[in-house]
């Protein structure tokens, strides 16, 4: 018999069906609830309230779990390819041989964006944050692919628009940041693969022979793997919400490259390393710096410490951790930062005030120093974090689709004047 939970409002009893997804997750569907009882609920940053119901990805923050399309981040970290994973998330199942080397074929053959993209770029003065140039970039070429704005477009449609996103965001993400250094910029190399081609077009010089190091691309695949969908959060709903008024896909990843950016979300990842360098231009008192997180007035928090829905541990930080131990010895780095990072991490899970609130370092506490070690711009860590993101995004744009969800829309409970007369100005 299908379960039910009981409200009882006003001495009335209303019933709500009870929902379970597969890994027994459990939910009160009140979509009638208005209409019943006259009543919403009120969940400020819709901690408790899930939006829809999504195959995509599987997380339980309390067992530190992470799941694409069943698939253990572990797993996936350790064996797969980014592409690989990106098919994985937008078609649902691991692509065979021939499936992926088409799908890498079609992304190559794309990676071109069209010249008048550089007027766009040229137009941002080179103090511009790479994030805001990308999520322009992202969102102009809607002007480029105009046929992308039907919303009724075809599968093939949809699959080309997917392709492009995919294919052109190295292309974005290497030209924003060669706006922000002044420097000429670079065409795809498409005889190189995904993060090879990304990290030519970062670094190449005119001037200078650039070979792209093996440890640098590999270690990039795998950052971006660790990043590329974690279900609900704050950009990915955008990309859902913006995308259930039936936005293009490029307008609705564009909304999410910008709902990334802040620094309590994809932002965290820079504000890391400035927060380790800040402390250690201070002379690396660690204490001095977790007592100023612990000061609710010092409007400071400890970057890279603490998450929405981990609380345990951040699956991801853990492989990150290893993964940014490797690299510091491959690449035969020695970075003091790291040490502080070390000795943060110390002091802050032994203080009860970390312990009871459950804060532990997130992905972006290490990831923004493995950036560091691969020689990535501070100012271009949000944007790696963005390219890893973008088939989650790409994903849930194409889920919501399908599953011909309604257009996204809050309610609220109003607080402010009540109905009052209008006094002219000459009266107040
Ligand atoms: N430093 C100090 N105190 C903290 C921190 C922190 N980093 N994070 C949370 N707290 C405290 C907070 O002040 C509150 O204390 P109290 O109960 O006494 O009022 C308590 O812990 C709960 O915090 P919250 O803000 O209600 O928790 P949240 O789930 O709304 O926020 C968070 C999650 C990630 C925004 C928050 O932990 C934070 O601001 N962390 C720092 C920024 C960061 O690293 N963000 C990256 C997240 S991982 C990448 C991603 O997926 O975006």
């Given amino acids: 018999m299908a379960k039910t939970a009981e409200l009882i409002l006003d001495g009335k009893t209303y019933k709500l069906p009870v929902v379970e997804g ?57 064996h797969s390819s980014f592409l690989e994973v990106a098919y994985l998330l937008i078609f649902g199942e691991l692509p065979t041989t021939d499936q992926l080397g088409k799908f890498s074929g079609d992304i190559k053959r794309h990676t071109m964006v069209h010249e008048d993209i550089k007027k766009i770029l040229d137009g941002f003065p080179s103090t511009s944050h790479p994030m805001g140039v990308l999520a322009s970039l992202f969102c102009a070429q809607t002007a480029f692919y105009p046929e992308s704005l039907d919303p009724n477009r075809s599968a093939e449609g949809v699959y080309l628009s997917i392709v492009r996103s995919l294919a052109k965001m190295p292309t974005f993400a290497a030209w924003a940041y060669k706006n922000a250094v002044g420097h000429p910029v670079n065409y795809p190399d498409n005889s190189l693969e995904y993060c090879s081609r990304f990290l030519k077009m970062l670094y190449a010089l005119p001037a200078e022979q650039y070979e792209v190091d093996p440890v640098v691309a590999d270690a990039l695949d795998k950052l971006l793997i660790l990043h590329a969908d974690h279900e609900q959060n704050c950009s990915t709903s955008t990309v859902r919400i913006v995308g259930s008024s039936k936005a293009s896909i490029y307008s609705s990843i564009s909304a999410g490259i910008n709902a990334l950016w802040g620094p309590l979300h994809g932002g965290a990842n820079q504000e890391v390393i400035l927060m380790l360098e800040a402390i250690k231009k201070d002379g690396g008192d660690t204490e001095k710096w977790i007592n100023k997180a612990k000061d ?29 131990d490797d690299v510091l010895n491959k690449l035969g780095v020695n970075d003091p930062v790291l040490e502080i990072a070390m000795k943060l991490e110390e002091v802050a899970l032994r203080d009860p005030y970390f312990i009871e609130r459950k804060l532990y370092p997130n992905v972006d506490f290490y990831s923004g120093i493995i950036y560091r070690a691969l020689g990535i711009p501070v100012d271009m860590f949000t944007v790696m974090f963005a390219m890893g993101r973008l088939p989650g995004w790409i994903a849930q744009w194409k889920e919501l689709r399908e599953n011909k969800e309604p257009i996204g829309r809050p309610r609220q409970i109003y607080v402010g004047q009540q109905l009052r007369d209008y006094v002219p100005i000459n009266k107040r």
């Avoid at 009882?37 to 901690?47: E, N, R, S, V």
């Avoid at 409007?299 to 940014?324: C, E, Q, S, T």
């Fill in 296 to 324: 609710k007035n010092s409007g400071f928090r400890l970057m890279g410490f603490g998450h929405r829905v981990y609380k345990n541990f951040d699956p991801r930080a853990k492989i990150i951790k290893k993964a940014a």
């Fill in 22 to 78: 597969t890994e027994n997750e459990v939910a009160l569907d009140i979509s009638n609830l208005l209409e019943e009882t006259g009543a919403i609920t009120l969940d400020f940053g819709y901690k408790n309230t899930g939006a829809t119901k999504s195959a995509i990805t599987f997380l339980d923050g309390d067992k530190g779990i992470l799941r694409y399309r069943g698939y253990s981040i572990e797993d996936l970290a350790a």
